[in-house]
């Protein structure tokens, strides 16, 4: 079974400062997303991420994929309050028993404080 | 309708009794997917609906759940003589192609008390 792991799980940062959010996968997968959610909402899709060496970006957030690796990660430029919400990576097996279910990581809970 | 629907969005109910929770899914989705998200948790896989292949059921946690979807329309998942680990928020998702590149887009959820 495909395995997600995001690490941290938990991240407060200052707004105005940088940092990275990491989603590792166990199976070869081309295939990835990223999703935010806010306290008592749904999900909200972020990204779709298709092939080895894909980014992009929207606003304060760039997300990139190295199939590789196994690899992906979630970059956040300049924080502000706003971007305060839990962030889930998510992988879909594009082959195999499993084919199109989503595994999903355990998500980040990001904290931004002025 | 323009979204992923869900109803109810809120459920309580006793333990033992039968539950049956509705997701309309965006018109022309082919692939549905049913997940749990327990308070402070990730998603939990429960069941993948691929147009009218069968589906994947392998994330039902025991017996006493199940899911049906009439081609590409409604799902209802079921739980039968509930318990209180049961209760969590439902989602439901939809998405439009076969290919697994487009977006998956999720309900609101409905959120499941059992007493």
């Known amino acids: 079974e495909l395995k997600v792991e995001q690490n941290p799980l938990f991240l407060s940062m200052q707004e105005g400062k940088n940092y990275t959010i990491y989603c590792n996968y166990s199976?070869?997968?081309?295939?990835l997303y990223w999703y935010r959610q806010d306290p008592g909402k749904s999900l909200e899709s972020l990204f779709v991420?298709?092939?080895?060496?894909a980014v992009k970006q929207e606003g304060r957030l760039m997300a990139s994929l190295d199939t590789k690796a196994r690899l992906s990660t979630l970059h956040i430029t300049a924080a502000v309050h706003d971007l305060s919400a839990t962030y889930f990576c998510?992988?879909?097996?594009?082959?195999?028993?499993?084919?199109?279910?989503?595994?999903f990581g355990r998500g980040t809970q990001l904290t931004v404080w002025p | 309708g323009a979204g992923v629907s869900q109803s109810p969005s809120n459920k309580v109910t006793e333990k033992g009794k039968d539950v049956e929770l509705r997701c309309d899914p965006i018109?022309?989705?082919?692939?549905l997917y049913w997940y749990r998200q327990r308070l402070g948790q990730g998603l939990e896989f429960l069941i993948y609906?691929?147009?009218?292949?069968?589906?994947?059921k392998s994330g039902l946690p025991s017996d006493r759940f199940s899911a049906e979807r009439t081609g590409e329309s409604v799902s209802t998942l079921t739980i039968q003589r509930t318990q209180q680990e049961d209760s969590a928020v439902y989602l439901c998702?939809?998405?439009?192609?076969?290919?697994?590149?487009?977006?998956?887009?999720f309900g609101s959820g409905t959120q499941l008390s059992v007493l």
């Open positions: 018109s022309g989705h082919t692939a």
């Open positions: 998510a992988v879909v097996l594009d082959r195999g028993s499993t084919l199109g279910r989503l595994y």
């Open positions: 199976t070869t997968s081309d295939r």
């Open positions: 609906f691929q147009g009218n292949s069968a589906p994947d």
């Open positions: 991420l298709l092939s080895n060496g």
């Open positions: 998702a939809s998405r439009r192609d076969r290919g697994l590149s487009g977006k998956l887009f």
